[in-house]
């Protein structure tokens, strides 16, 4: 039997079918357990199956699933106060993807840009950065190939490099409308923007009335030990996204923004399941958990334990480094064999370890929020035991 062989080919999976969650944990269908470093890309914010969101489920289930995008639901209303509350922004639209908000959050820049800015409409994005997997969101990503892979693309995306206000100065043209930044790019492998820059680009995207998009998607909601990765960077964006994190595992995404960019007309924007009660009810219970003064102090002493036990390792076994936010980590190694130390460790017995490789030569560890203080002691000896496995 080959495993997937009904599926559409979008990706090399491991022969594993895993069958059960709990925490930082997963089972396959034998029974095997493994440590999940991955935790669905940043997505599980509070773990595997946790009772907060079964129960959320559960109860909003039973109350009610799906009145229309046509009404008001209760849920959607108060997580969207919750998000407002806890951040710069006045306004939200609710969303089911990364890829989804991003494409809302253009859309409003152009919608701005129309009437504010004489039809400014380009975006800068810059090289190595991920949006998603929209047609206009590969074009809005600065992955090398992905503005080959469709055509033809949509077209109004420019490219700067990160950490160079020179090269956004020289992408910058009169029908600039807004500069879109991850502050922390992710798949690009946890490069962490520099504040100095981010602190630059801000003041030159408000000197030109160009508006400052941040992509929180795989930052925001505490994962980078702040409510939101903004907040560390000393900067106000003027539209924000969120995904990932914020379902905690459901499919839920946020497209925040200022009051003063509020300007979709009825119509404009929206989408069958924006706003969908039984996500937003898993998203309100998400936030009111991750973004507590306590939880992010517990976020912050993980993430320092893991960056030492990481850097550890660097000494042990000749790496390059490791860098990160909070709990968004890389570990980068001298050569490009980061694909084999994810299958050594996954491979390890009796538990294995699961790890992500975005680039060959890179390991990015994004665990559950609420992480214990042993299982991270055990993520990395089981790591240390998987390094020596392939590097020798
Ligand atoms: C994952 C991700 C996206 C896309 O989110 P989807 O939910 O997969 O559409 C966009 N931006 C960033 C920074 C991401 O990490």
């Given at each position: 039997m080959n495993l997937g062989q009904d599926l559409i080919t979008i990706t090399q999976r491991p022969d594993t079918v895993f069958s059960a969650g709990q925490g930082a944990w997963l089972t396959d269908e034998n029974g095997k357990q493994y440590l999940d470093l991955v935790q669905g890309w940043a997505v599980n914010s509070l773990g595997h199956s946790p009772a907060l969101i079964t129960q959320a489920l559960l109860r909003q289930s039973q109350q009610l699933l799906n009145p229309s995008p046509a009404y008001y639901n209760r849920p959607l209303l108060d997580l969207a106060e919750r998000l407002v509350a806890l951040s710069c922004f006045d306004r939200v639209f609710l969303a089911s993807s990364g890829a989804e908000a991003n494409e809302g959050a253009v859309k409003l820049a152009r919608r701005w840009g129309s009437r504010m800015r004489a039809g400014a409409h380009e975006i800068i994005g810059f090289e190595q950065a991920f949006h998603g997997r929209t047609l206009a969101m590969m074009s809005a990503s600065g992955k090398p190939g992905w503005s080959e892979l469709y055509p033809p693309m949509p077209g109004g995306f420019a490219k700067a490099r990160l950490n160079d206000l020179a090269s956004v100065e020289r992408a910058m043209t009169p029908r600039t409308v807004a500069v879109m930044i991850e502050l922390v790019q992710g798949e690009a492998g946890v490069v962490v923007a520099d504040p100095g820059f981010v602190r630059e680009l801000r003041a030159l995207t408000a000197e030109r009335r160009v508006l400052l998009i941040a992509d929180e998607v795989q930052t925001g909601i505490g994962r980078c030990g702040t409510a939101f990765a903004y907040e560390q960077f000393g900067v106000e964006p003027d539209l924000m996204t969120l995904a990932k994190g914020l379902g905690g595992g459901v499919p839920l995404a946020a497209l925040l923004c200022k009051e003063s960019f509020n300007?979709?007309?009825?119509?404009?924007q929206g989408g069958t399941?924006?706003?969908n009660p039984l996500m937003a009810a898993v998203g309100l219970a998400v936030v009111d958990e991750v973004c507590r003064e306590d939880f992010l102090a517990g976020v912050h002493q993980r993430a320092a334990q893991l960056s030492a036990g990481l850097r550890a390792l660097v000494r042990e076994h000749g790496l390059v480094g490791e860098r990160g936010l909070g709990l968004l980590r890389a570990l980068v190694l001298p050569s490009e064999r980061a694909g084999e130390v994810v299958a050594a460790a996954q491979a390890l017995a009796p538990v294995g370890l699961l790890l992500n490789a975005p680039r060959p030569h890179l390991l990015r560890l994004m665990p559950a929020l609420n992480i214990s203080a042993a299982e991270v002691d055990e993520g990395l000896a089981l790591l240390h035991r998987a390094l020596r496995e392939v590097l020798g």
């Open positions: 300007c979709f007309e009825p119509g404009d399941f924006c706003g």
